[in-house]
């Protein structure tokens, strides 16, 4: 029950660092709401294929979700990076192309490689 109890109390903290509702989470791993409350507080885990999909979308390791390691969860300044990595997998491919232009931009103009 140990491995059920670490998987459902990381899954919630990542949740909420992230600042989702359990409604959203489910939405973005395309699971009802109440899957999500089964694992969080039930102490269920997840098959193989989307305990793959939970680690991969928090990019976190599986082993971390499992409770088998405390290593595992991105540091505080490489969450901007996995905010901008999530929503990139939630956009289409021009939306894709666009963020990615802007992006581009963005970097040129803070960096002003031009200037150098």
């Not at 029950?1 to 509702?21: C, I, P, Y």
């Not at 490489?78 to 289409?92: C, H, S, T, W």
């Given at each position: 029950?140990?491995?059920?109890?670490?998987?459902?109390?990381?899954?919630?903290?990542?949740?909420?660092?992230?600042?989702?509702?359990m409604e959203q989470l489910a939405q973005?791993?395309?699971?009802?709401?109440?899957?999500?409350?089964?694992?969080?507080?039930?102490?269920?885990?997840?098959?193989?294929?989307?305990?793959?999909?939970?680690?991969?979308?928090?990019?976190?390791?599986?082993?971390?979700?499992?409770?088998?390691?405390?290593?595992?969860?991105?540091?505080?300044?490489?969450?901007?990076?996995?905010?901008?990595?999530?929503?990139?997998?939630?956009?289409?491919?021009?939306?894709?192309?666009?963020?990615?232009?802007?992006?581009?931009?963005?970097?040129?103009?803070?960096?002003?490689?031009d200037g150098e």
């Open positions: 029950m140990g491995a059920e109890v670490n998987f459902g109390k990381r899954v919630q903290n990542l949740r909420t660092d992230w600042g989702l509702s973005k791993l395309s699971v009802s709401k109440s899957r999500v409350n089964m694992w969080e507080n039930a102490g269920v885990v997840p098959r193989r294929d989307m305990l793959l999909k939970v680690a991969d979308f928090f990019g976190v390791s599986t082993d971390f979700l499992l409770g088998s390691t405390q290593e595992g969860k991105l540091p505080v300044e490489d969450k901007e990076v996995q905010i901008i990595q999530r929503g990139l997998k939630d956009m289409n491919a021009e939306q894709h192309k666009k963020a990615l232009k802007i992006l581009a931009a963005a970097f040129d103009d803070i960096f002003d490689d």
